[in-house]
Nanobody, 126 residues
Framework: QVQLVESGGGLVQAGGSLRLSCAAS????????MGWFRQAPGKEREFVAA????????DYADSVKGRFAISRDNAKLTVDLQMNSLKPEDTAIYFCATGRNIISSMIASEPEYDYWGQGTQVTVSS
């Protein structure tokens, strides 16, 4: 089992920044990558960004490219999501997730992930 705990959400004005953090514990040796997903009210959960533990390569949704940056700390087992130039449409609950057998080419696919955090609310006001 892997436990994930997110932190850092909150309320921010459009154009502002927030930094989310996800702390992993448990059987993390089986984790290939960490991802961030989000779910806005009335919408399905969607991929935001992901990073691979071994080489740090990243993937981003088109909607956040150039504004968000994902990073990892292998020693602390944490993954951060720096969110800049926030827009009202970024308002959502943000979840971090990991999986045991994530296929690299499928890293943006929700079914690849086995473990999820409880989520943290991000609200961007216009």
């Amino acid at each position: 089992q892997v436990q994930l705990v997110e932190s850092g959400g909150g309320l921010v004005q459009a154009g502002g920044s927030l930094r989310l953090s996800c702390a992993a514990s448990g059987r993390t040796s089986s984790s290939y990558a960490m991802g961030w997903f989000r779910q806005a009210p009335g919408k399905e959960r969607e991929f935001v960004a992901a990073i691979r533990w071994n080489d740090g390569t990243t993937d981003y949704a088109d909607s956040v490219k150039g504004r968000f940056a994902i990073s990892r700390d292998n020693a602390k087992l944490t993954v951060d999501l720096q969110m800049n130039s926030l827009k009202p449409e970024d308002t959502a609950i943000y979840f971090c997730a990991t999986g045991r057998n994530i296929i690299s080419s499928m890293i943006a696919s929700e079914p690849e992930y086995d473990y999820w955090g409880q989520g943290t609310q991000v609200t961007v006001s216009s």
